[in-house]
């Protein structure tokens, strides 16, 4: 059982930065798939990132890369998002996620067991 709690999100103006974290609770981390998506009312929830267990693949849906990174810190069992140059569009709720997915990172929701609650993150223009 892993438990994620994000933190990290507000309100920013177009070109401004935020740093997400995700923090996980409960056994082996260091085992799960790491992954953020991203959510607006009305919309279903869209794949931002994801990182795989040792970190050795990551993956950017197209319209954040360049401009979002996301890392991990297993001491910390601690997931970033760190997200520069945002723009309006990027405003949604963000979710991270796990899962064990192997050497892959999956685009899909139904690949991770385990979710935040969410955080807002409004970007105006």
């Known amino acids: 059982q892993v438990q994620l709690v994000e933190s990290g999100g507000g309100l920013v103006q177009a070109g401004g930065s935020l740093r997400l974290s995700c923090a996980a609770s409960?056994?082996?981390?260091?085992?799960?798939?790491m992954v953020w998506f991203r959510q607006t009312p009305g919309k279903e929830r869209e794949f931002v990132t994801g990182?795989?267990?040792?970190?050795?693949?990551?993956i950017y849906t197209d319209s954040v890369k360049g401009r979002f990174t996301i890392s991990r810190d297993n001491a910390k069992n601690t997931v970033y998002l760190q997200m520069n140059i945002l723009k309006p569009e990027d405003t949604a709720v963000y979710y991270c996620?796990?899962?064990?997915?192997?050497?892959?990172?999956?685009?899909?929701?139904?690949?991770?067991?385990?979710w935040g609650q969410g955080t807002q993150v409004t970007v105006s223009s």
């Open positions: 409960g056994r082996a981390f260091s085992r799960y798939t």
């Open positions: 996620a796990a899962g064990q997915t192997g050497n892959v990172v999956s685009p899909f929701t139904r690949a991770y067991d385990y």
């Open positions: 990182m795989t267990s040792s970190g050795a693949r990551t």
